[in-house]
C-alpha cells in the first residue's frame, strides 16, 4: 500500500488524463445531486460524495448506441456496412464498490459466456478504473447484504481509501503499479493495513438495523426465489405496484438487457441502435404476430427477481446479481426495489403483516 | 458447442436472394448465397439453427434454417408477420440481406442414429423440421423407421408440398396428412394432428419424435405421444422467441433460466417442462 | 459527454432529469432525485425522451408550397409571403392554434401576435375544453384556476379522491405520489367505470355507470348534508352562498341517485365518512383529453368546498394537466376566453390594461376556439398553427378549403402537409423557455444542443414576422420576453430567469407577498370568499329512451384515456415506447373493442372473436377483447384504433372523445 496526498490526488488525475478521458462524481449544486459524469473540469470530482444516483454502466454500455452504420441502395444492390468503433480510453475515478462488482459482472455476462459481445468489448479495451471504499454507507445501501462492498476486493487498478488525511493506495494491477512508480508514491507502513482494516469495519458496523437484518434474509430470498417457493398473491401484489417504466432495470449496474432497432437516417443511411431495455415491458417478449408468452404484469417482475437473486443467475456472474446498491428503491415509482421485495417475501414467510 | 459452426457474430454478412418462391399464403422461401465466397463456403450449419436475418432500412429477425446440413440449398421461409418480414416479402431476386450465424444448438443427427424418428408437424411448423427430415433422408441407412405426420387448417395450408413428393420418392419414408376441415377432393384424414397422431400405430421403444406447432397442437400431440409411451426426454422440439442479438446477451428470448438462442432453440420435452414457464 | 439538468416535456408532471449529450446529441437519459415532485423517478415515456430527440424528421428550413409539394424557401421569402397574404385578411377571418408544448414566452408572444397584429380573438389550443372548463369552474368557486393543493405534501394526506381517467397511464409520477401514500395508510378512493391500476389499489372503488359520475358526486353531497356532517363555520365564514347550494341539494333523492349511478348509499356513505374525518383530504382529476364535463368538475369543486376543504393548507382541489404546458399555456392567456393571467374578455377594465400594456388598440369582439372556429364560421380564411397532434385532422376537409396556413414546427406531421408555409422550429432542449406544470410550478428548460442549422426558435420568427408586419417588438432573448410576462401577469411577478436557474422550479402566484412562490391556496390569502359552483343537469333524462335500450343494450364508451398517447406524433418517434404503447395493438391487429368477463360468458364470446359492434348509423368489427376491468353492459374502444376503423368512429367521434362520460348506444352480433 502506498500514501496519496489529497493534493496529489489532482497530479493523478492530470497524469492519468494524459492518456484518458476522465470520469468521476461530481456534485450538482442545484439539484444536490451527485452525478458519475465525464469530467472536463477535474476540480469537480468529489470522492467525499455520496454514491451517485447513476451507475457507471452508461460508459460500457450507453444508454443508446449506434452499433452499426449502413447505407442500401435498392437500384444498384450495394451495400456497405461500417462498425463504429469506439475506442476512446477512459479513466473511471472514485468507482464505489457496488459499482465496481456491478461492472464486473457486466465483464462475464458479456464477456465470458458463449460468445464475446464486440461491442461492450470495444468499451472495455482500455479502461483505467480506480475504486473508492465508502467511509459510511447512504441511506438503501446494502452491500454488506450481496458481498459487495464497502471496500473493493478486486477488478480495480488502484483503489483508494480515505483516512482523514490522505488515501491509502493499494494497487491492482500492473498499470496500476506503474502509475504508483510514476507519481513517486510513497509506500506506507504494515501499520496501514490495520488502519485500512478498522475503516472498513467501522463502516459495516454503521450499516443500520435493516440493512444488517436483511443480510440474512436476502439468502433466504434468494433461496425461495431458486425453489419456486413463494406464492403468487407475492408476486401479484408486486404487479400491481408495477408502473412499467423499466427505471429498475435502467438504473441497475447489473442490468443488461437491451433492444436493438434500425433508424433510417435523412442521409439514405441506416444506424442500428442498441438501447437499454427492461423485462419488466410487456413488449419486451412480444413476437410479431400474435403471441406474448409473458403477458401478466406480475410474470414479469417475477423474471427481473428471478434473475437478479437466483442460484441458476448467479453462475452467470459467479455471485448474485444484486450489488446492494440501492437505487432500484429510489427509482421505483411503486416502492417495489429489491429490498421492498426482500421484505414482502419475509412477511409471507414470518406471516407479519403489512405494518 | 462447436464455435468452428459459427462465422458471423456481430456484422452482417451480405447475401443474395438468386430466387424466391411462394409456398402457401403470406409465406415465400427465399434462396440465398453469400456474397463473399470464403463466408459461402464457411457457411455450415446443423438441423434446428437459426440466423438472424436482416431486411436493409427495415430490421432485423430470427428465422429457423429449413435447409439440410449437406447438399441443399440455403434459403429461408418466411410468414409475413410484422414490419420487417413484410420488408423482405416486398424483396425481388437480385436484392441483398444480411445474415448473422447460424445461432442455436440443432437437433441431435449423431446421438439418434440407429432409432427410429417420429416428426409431427402443425402448419408451418414444417419449417424448422423440413432441415433435419431432408438430412436424416440423406442418411437414410442410419435409422430406423422414419414417419412424417403432417396437419394444417387446409390443404392449401400444407408447407413444401414439392419437397413432400421427393421425399415420398424415398424408400422407407411414411407420411400421414390430415387437415381440420373436409374439402373437396381431399382424400387423405380429416381432424387435428393430435387425433391422426392417436390412430396411428407409432413405434415406441428406441424412438424419438420431433414436434413443431402451434402452442395448443404442440401440447396435444405431447399428451398422445407421452400417452402411447414415448418418454419426455426423446421427444423434442424447437421453441420461438421474439430474438435481438441471437448470441445470448439481449436476453428478449429468456425462458426460465435458458435462452432460446444459446441454451436453444432445441429442448427436449422434458427441459421444457421444467424451465418454469408457459411455452 | 456531461449529464445536463433539464425538464421532462412529455406529461404535464415536469419531472426532473438529467440529459447526456454527447458532440450536439442527446444519448440518454436519467432522472433528478433532487427534484421536489419527481424524486427521482421517470415514467416509461421520460425514460426515452432522448429517442424522440434523436429524429431525423425535423423540419429544418422555411417550405412553401409549390403545386403538390412543398420547396425550401428563405426566411425571407417565408415572411414576405404571409405578410403578402395577411394583409388582405380581417382579424375575423384568422384564427390561431398554440401548442401546449411550446414554452411560456412562445405561447405568450404567440397571443400577443393574435391579438395586437393580427387583431384576432380567434385563438385556443386543442379542442380538448377541459382545461378551459375547469379553469373557469376554479374561477368562479375560489378565484383560482389552478391545483389549489400541492403535492410536497400529498404522503401526509389522510384521504385522497381520484375522479375519472387513468392518471398511472397519464400522469405516472403524480400518480405514484399518490399510490405512495395509499401505501402509507392514506385512505384512496378512486370514482371511475373501469377498473383502472388506481382503482385496484383502492381501498374504495365506485364504479358507476357511463354517464353518472356528476349524479354521484351530487349525491354524496346531498349524503354529506343528510349525514350532517358539514362544518357551518366554516361555509358561514368563507363562501358566499352556501344556504342557496344546501337548498337545490334538498331537492336530490339518494334513492333516485342509487338507481342511476348503481352505486349504494352505503358505499356512498363510506366515503363521505372518510373524507369529513379527513384532516387533510385531495381530489384528483384529469384535465385536457381525459376531461371530466364541466358539470362533473363543479360538482367536485362543490363536494369538497361542502367538506371544508378548499383554502386549507393539506388540502386541495387537483386538477392535472395531460400535457408539458397546457397550465403555462393558458396562464398566457392562449384562450378566447381568457387574457393573460386569466382576466375575463367580459372584463373591459382587464381590455384596458392590456391596451395600455401592450401599447395598442384590442378587438373586443368574442374569439372562438379552433375547433369551433373550423366547424362553425363560414368566415375563416386562414389558420397560424404550432407544432400541432393530429387532433384536429377531422377538419381535414374544411382545412383544405383555407387560403392560408401557416405551420410553426419542429416536426413533421400530417397537420404540416395542409399548410401553405411552414416555418421551422426549435425543439426544446434547443432553446431556453419555461413550462409550468400541473403543480404550477414554472420550470426553466436551458438550451442544451444547437438546433440544426438555420433553425430559429419560434419566438424570433414570431419577432421577425411581427416586424414584417410593422412591429418592432425589439426582443433580444428569450428572457426578455419573460420580463415582459412578469410585468403582465401577477401570478408570475417574481420570475426571473436568474432565478430560476438555482431553483428548480418555483409555484405560482410567485410575487412579493410570495419570493418563493406558493404551496397553496389558503382561505386567509384568497382576498374573496368562496363559492359554490353553479351546476344544472338534475332533470336530464336518466337513461337512454326504452326503445333505444331494447335494439341498442349496450353502452360504447370511446376512450382515449388508457391510450391516449397511441396516436400522439411525439410518440411515434420513439421505439420502446411506441413498443410498450403498441402492445396491445400488436396483440389485436384488426383492433378490439372490450367486453365484460361476465357479458362475454353470457354471449358465448371467446377471447379475440370477431364481432360486429352495430350503432344506429354505422358499424364495426373488431376483436373481443374479454377484461374483467369495465362493467356489463359496457363496451370500450380505444380511440387509437381510429387509424384503422374511421368510417364507424369518425361520424361518432367527435361527441365522444371529448370525454369519456359520453356513451354511444349500441349492439353486439357474432360474426359468423
Redesign the interface.
Known amino acids: 500500500m502506498y500514501w496519496l496526498t489529497k493534493e496529489q490526488l489532482l497530479l493523478l488525475v492530470k497524469k492519468l488524463a494524459e492518456e484518458y478521458k476522465i470520469f468521476g462524481p461530481r456534485h450538482?449544486r442545484?439539484?444536490?445531486?451527485v452525478?458519475f459524469?465525464?469530467l472536463?473540469d477535474w476540480s469537480e470530482l468529489d470522492l467525499q460524495a455520496a454514491i451517485p444516483?447513476?451507475p457507471p454502466k452508461?460508459i460500457l454500455f450507453?444508454?443508446?448506441?449506434e452499433?452499426?452504420k449502413?447505407r442500401?441502395q435498392?437500384e444498384t444492390?450495394e451495400?456497405r456496412?461500417e462498425?463504429i468503433n469506439l475506442l476512446e480510453p477512459k479513466a473511471l475515478i472514485g468507482l464505489r464498490s457496488c459499482d465496481l462488482t456491478g461492472l464486473l459482472c457486466l465483464d462475464r455476462?458479456?464477456l465470458d459466456?458463449?460468445?464475446?459481445?464486440?461491442?461492450y468489448l470495444a468499451h472495455r479495451k482500455k479502461l483505467f478504473i480506480i475504486s473508492n471504499t465508502c467511509l459510511r454507507p447512504f441511506p438503501q445501501c446494502f452491500c454488506v447484504c450481496t458481498d459487495s462492498g464497502p471496500a473493493a476486493k478486486d477488478g480495480f487498478d488502484l483503489d483508494l481509501t480515505f483516512t482523514g488525511r490522505g488515501y491509502l493506495v493499494e494497487a491492482g494491477s500492473k498499470k496500476g503499479l506503474a502509475l504508483i512508480a510514476d507519481l513517486h508514491l510513497p509506500e506506507a507502513g504494515p501499520e496501514a493495513l490495520t488502519l485500512k482494516k478498522k475503516i472498513v469495519d467501522d463502516s459495516v458496523s454503521s450499516f443500520d438495523r435493516f440493512a444488517l437484518e436483511n443480510k440474512a434474509w436476502i439468502s433466504r430470498a434468494t433461496n425461495r426465489l431458486t425453489t419456486?417457493f413463494i406464492k403468487p398473491e407475492v408476486w401479484e401484489y408486486i404487479g400491481?405496484?408495477c408502473?412499467?417504466?423499466?427505471?429498475c432495470s435502467?438504473v441497475c449496474p447489473t442490468c443488461?438487457?437491451?433492444?436493438?432497432?434500425?433508424?433510417?437516417?435523412?442521409s439514405g443511411e441506416?444506424n442500428?441502435?442498441r438501447?437499454w431495455?427492461s423485462?419488466s415491458?410487456?413488449?419486451?417478449?412480444?413476437?410479431?404476430?400474435?403471441?406474448?408468452?409473458?403477458k401478466p404484469v406480475e410474470?414479469r417482475r417475477n423474471?427481473r427477481f428471478f434473475?437478479k437473486l437466483?442460484y441458476?443467475?448467479s453462475k452467470k456472474y459467479l455471485r448474485p446479481g444484486c450489488v446492494g446498491c440501492g437505487r432500484c428503491a429510489?427509482?421505483?415509482?411503486?416502492?417495489i426495489g429489491l429490498p421492498n421485495v426482500v421484505t414482502y417475501i419475509r412477511r409471507e414467510i414470518t406471516g407479519e403483516s403489512g405494518e | 458447442m462447436n464455435k468452428s459452426l459459427v462465422p458471423i457474430v456481430s456484422i452482417p454478412e451480405i447475401a443474395t436472394i438468386v430466387d424466391i418462391r411462394d409456398e402457401i399464403e403470406e409465406v415465400k422461401s427465399f434462396y440465398f448465397t453469400l456474397d463473399r465466397p470464403e463466408i459461402e463456403e464457411a457457411f455450415k450449419i446443423r438441423s434446428g439453427q437459426f440466423i438472424m436475418c436482416t431486411v436493409f432500412k427495415a430490421g432485423e429477425f430470427a428465422v429457423s434454417l429449413p435447409f439440410s446440413p449437406e447438399n441443399d440449398r440455403k434459403h429461408i421461409s418466411v410468414r409475413r408477420v410484422g414490419k420487417v418480414t413484410a420488408a423482405l416479402h416486398r424483396l425481388e431476386p437480385g436484392d441483398k440481406i444480411g445474415v448473422r450465424g447460424p445461432f442455436g444448438n440443432g437437433f441431435p443427427f449423431e446421438e439418434i442414429k440407429g432409432s427410429n424418428i417420429i416428426y409431427v408437424a402443425g402448419g408451418i411448423g414444417l419449417i424448422p423440421l423440413r432441415s433435419s427430415i431432408v438430412h436424416v433422408l440423406q442418411h437414410r441407412q442410419d435409422f430406423g423407421r422414419v414417419i412424417l405426420v403432417y396437419g394444417a387448417k387446409s390443404s392449401k395450408e400444407l408447407m413444401y408440398k414439392e419437397s413432400i413428393k421427393e421425399w415420398q420418392a424415398t424408400e422407407n419414408f411414411e407420411t400421414h396428412f390430415t387437415i381440420d376441415r373436409p374439402e373437396p377432393g381431399w382424400s387423405g384424414e380429416v381432424g387435428f394432428v393430435n387425433h391422426l397422431t392417436a390412430k396411428l400405430d407409432l413405434p415406441v421403444s428406441n424412438t424419438v419424435a420431433f414436434v413443431c406447432g402451434p402452442p395448443v397442437m404442440f401440447n396435444a400431440v405431447i399428451k398422445e405421444l407421452k400417452l402411447k409411451g414415448i418418454k419426455e426426454q426423446n421427444i423434442y422440439s424447437t421453441l420461438e422467441r421474439h430474438m435481438k442479438c441471437g448470441i445470448g446477451k439481449c436476453q428478449h428470448c429468456a425462458i426460465g433460466r435458458t435462452l432460446v438462442c444459446v441454451d436453444g432453440p432445441v429442448y427436449t420435452y422434458k427441459q421444457i417442462r421444467t424451465l418454469g414457464e408457459q411455452i | 459527454m456531461p449529464y445536463y439538468r433539464g425538464i421532462c416535456n412529455f406529461c404535464g408532471t415536469g419531472c426532473g432529469h438529467l440529459l447526456r449529450v454527447e458532440g450536439n446529441r442527446v444519448r440518454g437519459v436519467y432522472p433528478v432525485s433532487g427534484h421536489p415532485l419527481s424524486r427521482g423517478r421517470l415514467c416509461v415515456r421520460g425514460w426515452h425522451i432522448h429517442e424522440l430527440l434523436q429524429t431525423e424528421d425535423r423540419i429544418t428550413q422555411p417550405l412553401i408550397k409549390d403545386g403538390g409539394s412543398f420547396k425550401p424557401v428563405s426566411y425571407e421569402e417565408a415572411l414576405d409571403y404571409v405578410v403578402e397574404k395577411v394583409k388582405k385578411l380581417s382579424g375575423r377571418q384568422l384564427a390561431v392554434l398554440g401548442s401546449p408544448r411550446a414554452s411560456n414566452e412562445e405561447n405568450y408572444l404567440l397571443g400577443k401576435f393574435a391579438r395586437t397584429i393580427l387583431k384576432t380573438n380567434n385563438l385556443s389550443l386543442s379542442s380538448d375544453a377541459g382545461q378551459e372548463e375547469s379553469a373557469r369552474v376554479l374561477l368562479e368557486g375560489c378565484g383560482w384556476p389552478a391545483m389549489t393543493g400541492t403535492l410536497a405534501e400529498l404522503r401526509q394526506a389522510d384521504f385522497i379522491l381520484v375522479v375519472g381517467g387513468d392518471l398511472t397511464k397519464q400522469n405516472p409520477i403524480i400518480a405514484s405520489e399518490i399510490h405512495h401514500a395509499h401505501r402509507g395508510g392514506t385512505f384512496l378512493a378512486t370514482i371511475s367505470p373501469r377498473k383502472t391500476q388506481m382503482a385496484r389499489l383502492s381501498q374504495l372503488h365506485l364504479r358507476p355507470r357511463p354517464g353518472t359520475i356528476f349524479y354521484l358526486l351530487q349525491g354524496l353531497a346531498r349524503v354529506l348534508v343528510e349525514e350532517k356532517a358539514i362544518d357551518d363555520d366554516y361555509l358561514s365564514r368563507f363562501t358566499v352562498n352556501s344556504q342557496a347550494f344546501l337548498d337545490e341539494l334538498k331537492q336530490i333523492e339518494i334513492e333516485k341517485i342509487v338507481e342511476l349511478t348503481g352505486i349504494s348509499r352505503e358505499e356512498m356513505t363510506e366515503l363521505t365518512e372518510k373524507l369529513i374525518e379527513s384532516n387533510s383530504a385531495y381530489a384528483f382529476y384529469p384535465t385536457g383529453v381525459q376531461s371530466l364535463d364541466r358539470r362533473t368538475m363543479a360538482a367536485l369543486f362543490n363536494l369538497f368546498l361542502l367538506a371544508g376543504k378548499i383554502g386549507r393548507r393539506g388540502s386541495g382541489i387537483n386538477p392535472v394537466t395531460g400535457i408539458s404546458n397546457l397550465l403555462g399555456s393558458y396562464d398566457m392567456g392562449l384562450s378566447p376566453v381568457f387574457l393573460p393571467g386569466y382576466a375575463s374578455v367580459e372584463d373591459e377594465l382587464a381590455w384596458e390594461r392590456l391596451e395600455n400594456f401592450w401599447q395598442t388598440r384590442l378587438e373586443r369582439w368574442p374569439g372562438k376556439n379552433v375547433d369551433t372556429c373550423l366547424s362553425e364560421e363560414k368566415d375563416i380564411k386562414a389558420l397560424f398553427v404550432v407544432d400541432h397532434d393530429e387532433e384536429i385532422i377531422r377538419h381535414v376537409n374544411r382545412i383544405r378549403q383555407l387560403d392560408l396556413i401557416v405551420y410553426f414546427g419542429a416536426y413533421e406531421n400530417p397537420f404540416a402537409s395542409l399548410a401553405h408555409v411552414i416555418f421551422p422550429r426549435t425543439s426544446y432542449i434547443e432553446e431556453d423557455g419555461t413550462y409550468t406544470n400541473s403543480e404550477r410550478r414554472v420550470q426553466l428548460v436551458q438550451k442544451r444542443i444547437e438546433p440544426p442549422a438555420g433553425v430559429r426558435p419560434l419566438w424570433k420568427t414570431l419577432t421577425n414576422l411581427a416586424l414584417a408586419l410593422g412591429h418592432d417588438w425589439n426582443y433580444h432573448s428569450v428572457e426578455s420576453i419573460m420580463g415582459e410576462i412578469s410585468q403582465l401577469i401577477p401570478y408570475y411577478q417574481g420570475l426571473s430567469y436568474e432565478k430560476l436557474k438555482t431553483r428548480l422550479g418555483l409555484k405560482w402566484p410567485a410575487d412579493d407577498l410570495h419570493p418563493e412562490g406558493t404551496d397553496c391556496l389558503l382561505v386567509e390569502e384568497a382576498g374573496r370568499r368562496f363559492q359554490f359552483v353553479q351546476v344544472n343537469g338534475q332533470e336530464e333524462k336518466l337513461t337512454g329512451e326504452p326503445e333505444i335500450q331494447k335494439e341498442f343494450p349496450f353502452k360504447l364508451v370511446v376512450g382515449r384515456s388508457n391510450y391516449f398517447w397511441h396516436q400522439n406524433s411525439v410518440m411515434k418517434r420513439t421505439f420502446i415506447p411506441k413498443r410498450e404503447y403498441n402492445a396491445l395493438l400488436l396483440l389485436y391487429p384488426r383492433g378490439f373493442v372490450e367486453i365484460s368477463t361476465e357479458d362475454a360468458s353470457r354471449l358465448g364470446l371467446r377471447e379475440k372473436q370477431m364481432v360486429r359492434v352495430v350503432a344506429e348509423s354505422a358499424e364495426v368489427r373488431l376483436a373481443a377483447r374479454i377484461s374483467g376491468d369495465i362493467l356489463p353492459g359496457m363496451l370500450y374502444i380505444p380511440y387509437f384504433i381510429d387509424e384503422m376503423i374511421p368510417e364507424f368512429l369518425h361520424r361518432q367521434v367527435a361527441d365522444l372523445e371529448k370525454n369519456e362520460e359520453f356513451f354511444l348506444p349500441v349492439r353486439l352480433e357474432k360474426v359468423v
Not at chain 1, 62 to 65: A, F, G, I, K, S
Not at chain 1, 113 to 119: N, T
Open positions: 450538482d442545484v439539484s444536490g445531486e452525478i459524469d465525464h472536463s444516483y447513476n452508461f450507453p444508454h443508446y448506441e452499433i452499426l449502413y442500401y435498392p444492390k451495400v456496412i462498425q455476462f458479456f459466456q458463449e460468445y464475446v459481445d464486440e461491442f419456486g400491481n405496484q408502473f412499467e417504466c423499466g427505471a435502467f443488461s438487457c437491451f433492444n436493438i432497432e434500425d433508424a433510417n437516417l435523412a441506416t442500428r441502435l438501447t431495455d423485462c415491458f410487456e413488449g419486451y417478449t412480444k413476437m410479431a404476430g400474435d403471441n406474448n408468452p409473458r410474470d423474471k434473475c437466483s441458476s443467475q429510489r427509482v421505483c415509482p411503486g416502492d
